[in-house]
């Protein structure tokens, strides 16, 4: 018996076809599966004071000058033993003999007031942690205002990371699409401070075009605001390019003068991510060993159906400006209704 040889299958010649699709051909598998080399996570948080001093001068006249007080930094590339707190403080104290340093009897007036600030910065996880706090006194010790001097201090905490989203069976390596992102800024001023806090997420990417797009979305506060709850949560459509990494920021700082305390150290962090369907999360958070994604973004879940609002690209406003009061339930949520329903219906229709 002869058995009959296996059809030939034709393959395109690459030397005949045009350029781009030869090309297009070559990236799909690279796309589809993602790029080979590690996607790259970073972390910094750092705290610094200053001291700005306005005098009048009899040959000047009016002058000021700042004093850049020493600073405390921290650069790291965390992993699972965690990324340790920049913190520091400094202080210019009151009562000290005169003559001996002229920007000494400048900056505390004569020796009439004592100056001091400290701070503290950290980024656990994903999360941003950040406090500052200053003070002005007299010679007693006692909280004052005036001199020539106001004391400032700041901290601040950020992570910037690399995402990636492969093609899924409706949406091609290629394409492009949105997640929604939720993020909080959580704390408080001490009474009588004066200071302000801000939290903000940024995303940025250059597509297979060469063409560069960015997304990003802050949250403001400050002492006295009567508007101030203690948190506040936005949530923010941020662009991507299907199978191409792009970057996702976080950064949080505060800022305290005068006297007082701005206390943020509870945490600003990401909340919930919608993905689109079928999609799934790649991070260089995740990569670098931080947690899972639940544990890293709060809730993360993938919209019903291809089309939805929340994670498709909004051309005509570049993907802003689309801020939904909640997001999407998740799959799982939604089915958990339905069932629920169908297990009323049937015991209503059992009581008939």
């Known amino acids: 018996m002869r058995c009959k040889p296996p059809a030939r299958v034709a393959t395109p010649d690459p030397k005949r076809l045009p350029r781009w699709p030869a090309l297009l051909l070559a990236l799909a598998p690279a796309l589809a599966t993602g790029p080979a080399a590690a ?42 033993a965690g990324t340790g707190v920049a913190s520091g403080g400094f202080s210019i104290a009151a009562g000290q003999p005169l003559g001996l340093d002229p920007i000494y009897d400048l900056v505390s007036s004569g020796g009439q007031f004592g100056l001091a600030f400290n701070g503290q910065a950290q980024v656990q996880g994903l ?72 939290g903000q997420i940024y995303t940025a990417f250059t ?48 800022t305290s003068y005068g006297n007082g305390t701005a206390d943020f ?9 919608e993905l689109p369907y079928e999609a799934t999360l790649q991070s260089g958070a995740q990569e670098a060993g931080l947690g899972a994604a639940g544990d890293l ?36 949520a939604l089915l958990a209704a339905g069932v629920l329903m169908l297990g009323l219906l049937a015991r209503r229709r059992l009581g008939r």
């Open 39 to 80: 996607l790259g996570f970073s972390a910094s948080a750092w705290v610094q004071g200053w001291v700005n001093t306005s005098v009048t001068s009899p040959y000047l006249g009016d002058i000021s000058f700042n004093v850049n007080l020493p600073a405390f930094n921290s650069y790291w590339q965390p992993g699972l």
């Open 127 to 198: 999360n941003l942690r950040t406090e500052a706090s200053v003070s002005t006194t007299d010679a007693n010790g006692q909280t004052a205002s005036g001199g020539n001097s106001l004391i400032q201090s700041q901290a601040s905490a950020s992570w910037s990371q690399e995402l990636l989203i492969g093609a899924t069976s409706v949406r091609p390596a290629g394409s492009y699409g949105a997640i929604l992102v939720s993020f909080q800024l959580d704390g408080h001023f001490a009474p009588d401070s004066s200071g302000s806090a801000y």
């Open 207 to 254: 597509d297979l075009a060469g063409v560069s797009y960015s997304s990003s979305a802050g949250i403001s506060t400050y002492a006295g605001d009567s508007g101030w709850s203690g948190a506040q949560t936005i949530y923010k459509k941020l662009l991507f390019q299907y199978g191409t990494p792009f970057s996702l920021s976080a950064t949080q700082w505060v």
């Open 265 to 273: 150290f509870n945490t600003g962090k990401i909340t919930s991510i």
């Open 297 to 332: 973004y709060g809730q993360v879940f993938n919209s019903a159906t291809p089309d939805a609002q929340n994670t498709n690209w909004d051309f005509g406003n570049n993907g802003g400006g689309f801020t939904p009061a909640v997001p999407e339930p998740p799959p799982a």
